[in-house]
């Protein structure tokens, strides 16, 4: 996490943007995306149309732990598209 400081607003976008994010198919279930997520060290992902290829939404932790988790969705039954922001 990079803290807002003076000297951070002064940097471009790309020079702190991850260049290569983690994109999930809309199919990619939450337990998926949530291992991803856990083995990659991060907090969110990208969600991508695979037919189009055009990114659709992202996918956070609390998205998971408020839209599914607190909802008691089901982690196995609910895929990506029903939840990204």
Do not use: C, H, W
């Not at 199919?27 to 998926?32: A, D, K, N, V, W």
């Not at 990659?40 to 969600?47: A, E």
């Amino acid at each position: 996490m990079i803290l807002q400081t003076k000297e951070n607003l002064q940097l471009q976008v790309s020079e702190i943007m991850d260049k290569n994010p983690v994109i999930l198919d809309l199919s990619t279930s939450i337990i998926e995306a949530a291992k991803v997520m856990r083995d990659s060290g991060i907090s969110s992902v990208l969600v991508s149309d695979p037919e189009s290829g055009t990114i659709k939404g992202i996918v956070t932790e609390r998205d998971i732990l408020y839209r599914v988790v607190a909802e008691a969705k089901g982690i196995f039954k609910v895929s990506i598209s029903k939840i990204i922001g």
